[in-house]
């Protein structure tokens, strides 16, 4: 059977959908003057052996999807499941390519891959309809489920219905957009510029001013201006630059170049990107004091305590690496949330002089310098045999290096009282032996007397 007989069965009984000029009365009247006698299925051309036959329905354009709408111009395919659905419609899509454009074979191609997908859509559970992950611009996108809870869309500024609505989040920097604005972000993930670039801006407020922005927002570059016309013009006071109300929610946090320059912790208006940063940066250990503004330490009485438990654990730390007891109880995981404690004591996070300014830091590090020193001096008995005994007055207990009335030699790391190591000597009696040992071994010989 031709291709065009079968065409004009298709035809009968359902509408076109590439035909706009008759609606679907129009087309009822138009079939029927046509095709008078075309109501039995004796005036039919009778199909050869082998041919599939056509089961029309008396519906005009039947959604329903009988398998029959399954069948391509040339053979036959019925679809069962899902993974034959899929195979379909990429077949159709392929034969779509290869007809020329605009034909009446390709204009049935398409009607056909329409309704492989509605049928791959009924098919499909519902649950299936939107991806659990979508990664967009660095964003990992994670669906999530209903909550009674409202919350904002970054994107359109409106709410989120949680019962209603679909919404996603982003996994790395919790930007949060419903599921129809989830195509329409432009603003790439900001846990991204923390990995690549983890550092601060250190200068306080750095305005360019707007002419230097050219009049728009600096994350969106809609127009803005200081009247409010078109969009008003809002200053983050982290990077200087002006957002328009879209972009900058005048959301609150600690500047960073204001903690470390002026030791002040008022928080300001910040843009939403630039909250996001500073929230993601927080617990990074990025500030380096000693080199920002050594002064600071002369006026803030916490930061020296801080250091100097912070010096007392990097000198237990060998102590407990060399002990199968403190292995075994896993006491430098108390610091776990500041891991770079017993890495080096130079180094500071936002957090960590939040934290100090309150008094919550200083209250925990003196409990962790309690806990680790009881170790070493009350419980274990290996890191006890680590002691020293002070080589100049040879008398008193113990001594160990993060003891308050000790001083340790930076060369040999050899530990004395303080008094008797100022009092005496400058030098250390330890490295000053070793110096003496090394000259006797390396003096040469004197001349041979004769007898």
């Known amino acids: 059977m031709e291709y ?13 959908p590439f035909n706009k000029e008759l609606g679907p009365r129009q087309h009822e009247q138009r079939a029927s003057k046509e095709a008078p006698e075309v109501t039995s299925e004796e005036a039919l051309p009778e199909l050869p052996p082998g041919e599939p036959e056509f089961c029309c329905t008396e519906r005009v354009m039947d959604l329903g999807l009988s398998e029959d709408h399954f069948s391509r111009p040339v053979g036959l395919f019925l679809a069962s499941d899902i993974e034959q659905l899929r195979q379909a419609i990429e077949e159709c899509k392929q034969t779509i390519l290869e007809l020329p454009e605009q034909s009446e074979k390709q204009k049935d191609a398409v009607v056909r891959l329409i309704h492989l997908r509605l049928k791959l859509q009924e098919l499909k ?17 994670y669906k999530e489920k209903g909550k009674s809870v409202k919350q904002t869309c970054d994107k359109c500024n409106t709410i989120i219905w949680g019962l209603l609505q679909t919404w996603y989040t982003c996994t790395g920097c919790y930007y949060r957009c419903h599921s129809k604005c989830l195509n329409l972000i432009s603003k790439p993930c900001v846990r991204s510029k923390v990995s690549h670039q983890a550092e601060y801006e250190l200068n306080i407020c750095p305005e360019t001013g707007l002419d230097s922005q050219d009049y728009r927002c600096a994350e969106c570059r ?8 078109p969009s008003e013009a809002r200053q983050c006071d982290y990077t200087g630059q002006y957002y328009c109300t879209h972009c900058h929610w005048n959301d609150l946090a600690v500047i960073p170049a204001r903690v470390v320059h002026n030791w002040d912790f008022e928080p300001r208006k910040v843009s939403r990107c630039s909250m996001r940063y500073l929230a993601l940066m927080a617990s990074r250990p990025v500030l380096r004091l000693r080199e920002i503004n050594p002064l600071l330490f002369n006026y803030v009485e916490e930061l020296v305590e801080i250091r100097k438990l912070r010096q007392d654990i990097l000198l237990m730390k060998p102590y407990f690496i060399t002990c199968r007891e403190a292995m075994e109880a896993r006491l430098l995981l108390q610091l776990q949330d500041r891991q770079h404690f017993v890495e080096n004591d130079e180094m500071y996070s936002v957090q960590d002089l939040l934290d100090a300014h309150t008094g919550r830091l200083s209250c925990s590090l ?12 009350l419980d274990c008995e290996r890191c006890q045999a680590k002691g020293f005994v002070c080589e100049l007055c040879r008398e008193g207990d113990v001594l160990f290096p993060f003891d308050s ?25 330890k490295c000053a032996r070793l110096t003496l040992r090394k000259q006797s071994l390396f003096q040469e010989p004197g001349p041979e007397v004769d007898a």
């Open 4 to 16: 065009d007989e079968k065409l004009a069965r298709f035809r009968q009984a359902h509408l076109n």
């Open 125 to 141: 559970d519902p649950n299936e309809d939107e991806p659990n992950i979508r990664v967009l611009l660095e964003h990992r996108f």
């Open 405 to 429: 009335h000790t001083s340790v030699c930076t060369d040999c790391s050899a530990v004395f009282h303080r008094d008797c190591y100022y009092d005496n000597s400058t030098t250390c009696p």
């Open 222 to 229: 809609a127009p803005i201006s200081l009247r409010g016309v």
């Open 366 to 377: 003196t409990e962790t310098h309690t806990l680790f020193a009881k170790h070493i001096k």
